[in-house]
């Protein structure tokens, strides 16, 4: 492969990737919102992903993330902490709780389900200030085991995919109607640049004793 073929590759493959990733994320958020509609309605949260309507290659899944205890009113937390586990302070120019302390307590009362702590030492049960239970934005899991991915891919190599993927179009240009003409014009000259740099390979410019310097003048050899 030449080296303006791979430079053709490489644009072309980063154009696509760019769309791709755009769909990807808007079919992401579009499949979420489905989930999270199908679990209000009829109490779905799991979904197989199949090709065709034939063989199934995974699955997606709505995850609801168990609630966990977080810090909402640090002074009142530290000011518990600092009456009842001292030790626990670190003091610089501020007092603040010691960050495996504050770990450990956040842990188990994300076990316990509740704003509470168990002191192990004394057995007394605390209602711990400034902190409390906070639940997490449900969010969707694609599972595609090695299996389905095979899958996808030889339907890919039979051209199977076009009723499963979305077409796939760059973003549509500016509505500048100056921008736009001014890029319509570059792309001429650089198809004119093109058909120009084409002419000089076929005629073995690459054998031209100046193509060295050329090259370093060009930013380096490539």
Do not use: C
């Not at 079919?27 to 065709?52: C, F, H, M, N, P």
């Not at 530290?78 to 302070?89: M, P, R, S």
């Not at 188990?108 to 192990?120: H, K, L, R, S």
Request: net charge negative.
């Amino acid at each position: 492969m030449s080296l303006k073929d791979t430079a053709r590759a490489v644009a072309v493959l980063s154009t696509l990737a760019d769309a791709i990733g755009d769909q990807l994320k808007a079919a992401k958020r579009e499949l979420e919102t489905g989930l999270k509609a199908a679990k209000a309605e009829t109490g779905t949260q799991k979904i197989s992903v199949s090709l065709d309507e034939g063989q199934d290659v995974g699955t997606v899944s709505l995850v609801q993330p168990k609630a966990t205890a977080a810090v909402t009113d640090l002074d009142a937390f530290t000011a518990w902490v600092l009456e009842h586990h001292a030790g626990e302070i670190t003091r610089r120019f501020v007092t603040e709780v010691k960050p495996g302390f504050q770990k450990k307590i956040l842990a188990e009362i994300t076990a316990a389900g509740v704003a509470e702590w168990a002191d192990p030492e004394t057995g007394v049960i605390h209602e711990v200030p400034g902190v409390e239970m906070q639940g997490r934005a449900p969010y969707t899991r694609l599972t595609v085991p090695d299996t389905g991915k095979d899958a996808i891919a030889e339907a890919w190599r039979q051209g199977r995919l076009a009723a499963a993927m979305p077409a796939i179009a760059p973003a549509a240009p500016a509505e500048d109607g100056g921008d736009v003409e001014k890029l319509r014009k570059e792309l001429a000259e650089l198809r004119e640049r093109d058909r120009w740099l084409s002419a000089l390979e076929a005629a073995g410019v690459d054998n031209w004793q100046g193509i060295d310097t050329a090259r370093e003048l060009a930013g380096g050899e490539a």
